[in-house]
């Protein structure tokens, strides 16, 4: 498959809509250029949804900081990091468990035995089933830097398998990369295809995700910005591919990260979730019982604010102040964000590439609330 070069321009049928999106979101838009000034991220790519209408679709700043540089534009592609867990990884869970193909309380050892072959503990790792793995309460860890001393696939993988345990299963939340590596592979052994191609098949193209793709190929770079200039580990710029090392030595396929699109994708993958599993073409893609059950907050462990994938509104959340109790998102590293409100029908997309040069800028946690805020302020007014 050779994909055609996607539009950087807002599509005819939604121009009409977003017209006058500067104006009315004119606080939003002030949230993300002082951000740019504050050096939270050199650009950023935006779009929200209302009530199955699209509201506003647009890019403010440039690719990096250099005067130079191209602009973001509407159809700019980001690496959407662990926005990945849910378009992708949480996607395809929901349709092998639509289709008879997957328990969610089935154990993962028994699609991959090796995670509790030659290891200590082997009778609690038994224990840790799919839906722990979605619900990040397997008491796998967080984050481990495999890539440093496994350099291939196979060598990542069995590290991911022989990996200790930190807590029993089911007894703390705690958000783990290495819970959706496992996760993705398992997927693929249950798909009998590799998550990358079955993703795109059954998910992207479905929704009429044109811009969204594991490894983009290299026909696209010149929208997509990079996400940080890696001299410690590949010596080079990382732009077009996994900003993730894990996933980069997965080849960029992988269920925690890889995936890459643009504002107007996330925002067709959002619509089929606030219309209970349609596509824009009014076929099903999800059942709608079962898109209720992933956005469905986990009662255990205590505490959590999980569900089946996704992320609710907790706290001090990312999502601001107006995001309802029934409310999914996500997260991604490199500055990438998806909401959604089941109740409320809005969605926000806010893609950014925040870990340009260097990662070390943590502004974008201001910025992503008041973004959200100004957002919702300008939906109600």
Not at 90 to 117: C, H, K, N, W
Not at 142 to 166: K, N
Not at 194 to 215: I, K, S
């Given at each position: 498959m050779n994909p055609a070069l996607p539009s950087s321009a807002i599509p005819e049928e939604i121009a009409a809509s977003t017209l006058n999106q500067r104006k009315r979101f004119d606080a939003a838009y002030a949230v993300l250029e002082n951000g740019i000034r504050e050096r939270a991220f050199p650009g950023a790519a935006f779009g929200v949804l209302s009530q199955g209408k699209i509201l506003a679709l647009d890019g403010v700043g440039q690719f990096t900081y250099d005067s130079n540089s191209p602009a973001?534009?509407?159809?700019?592609?980001?690496?959407?990091?662990?926005?990945?867990?849910?378009?992708?990884?949480?996607?395809?869970?929901?349709?092998?468990?639509?289709?008879?193909?997957?328990?969610?309380?089935?154990?993962?050892?028994?699609?991959?035995?090796?995670?509790?072959?030659?290891v200590p503990s082997p009778r609690e790792r038994s224990r840790v089933t799919v839906r722990m793995l979605l619900a990040h309460s397997s008491g796998l860890?967080?984050?481990?830097?495999?890539?440093?001393?496994?350099?291939?696939?196979?060598?990542?993988?069995?590290?991911?398998?022989?990996?200790?345990?930190?807590?029993?299963?089911?007894?703390?939340?705690?958000?783990?990369?290495?819970?959706?590596?496992?996760?993705?592979?398992?997927?693929?052994?249950?798909?009998?295809?590799?998550?990358?191609?079955?993703?795109?098949?059954?998910?992207?193209?479905?929704?009429?995700?044109?811009?969204?793709?594991?490894?983009?190929?290299?026909l696209w770079r010149t929208f997509i910005p990079p996400t940080v200039d890696d001299i410690a580990f590949r010596g080079r710029v990382v732009e077009g591919e996994a900003h993730d090392e894990n996933c980069s030595v997965l080849h960029g396929v992988s269920g925690h990260a890889g995936a890459f699109a643009n504002a107007l994708d996330l925002l067709r993958y959002a619509s089929c979730i606030l219309s209970r599993g349609k596509t824009f073409a009014g076929e099903t893609l999800f059942r709608p019982e079962t898109v209720e059950l992933f956005a469905t907050r986990q009662s255990q462990p205590l505490g959590t604010s999980r569900a089946l994938g996704w992320d609710t509104p907790s706290g001090e959340s990312s999502s601001g102040h107006h995001f309802g109790p029934r409310s999914v998102g996500h997260l991604g590293y490199t500055g990438t964000s998806l909401w959604t409100d089941l109740d409320q029908e809005i969605a926000i997309t806010l893609l950014t590439n925040r870990t340009w040069p260097d990662r070390t800028s943590q502004a974008i946690r201001k910025v992503r609330p008041a973004f959200h805020d100004a957002v919702f302020d300008a939906i109600a007014a």
């Open positions: 973001v534009l509407p159809g700019s592609i980001y690496d959407l990091a662990s926005v990945t867990k849910v378009i992708a990884t949480t996607s395809v869970a929901m349709l092998l468990y639509d289709r008879g193909l997957l328990d969610l309380d089935q154990p993962l050892a028994e699609t991959l035995p090796g995670f509790v072959i030659g860890p967080a984050y481990a830097r495999l890539f440093e001393a496994h350099p291939t696939p196979a060598a990542l993988l069995a590290a991911c398998l022989q990996i200790p345990l930190e807590v029993p299963p089911g007894t703390r939340a705690e958000y783990s990369d290495i819970g959706f590596i496992l996760l993705g592979k398992a997927i693929e052994v249950i798909a009998k295809e590799p998550l990358d191609l079955f993703c795109l098949r059954e998910v992207f193209t479905p929704l009429g995700m044109n811009a969204t793709r594991y490894q983009p190929p290299p």
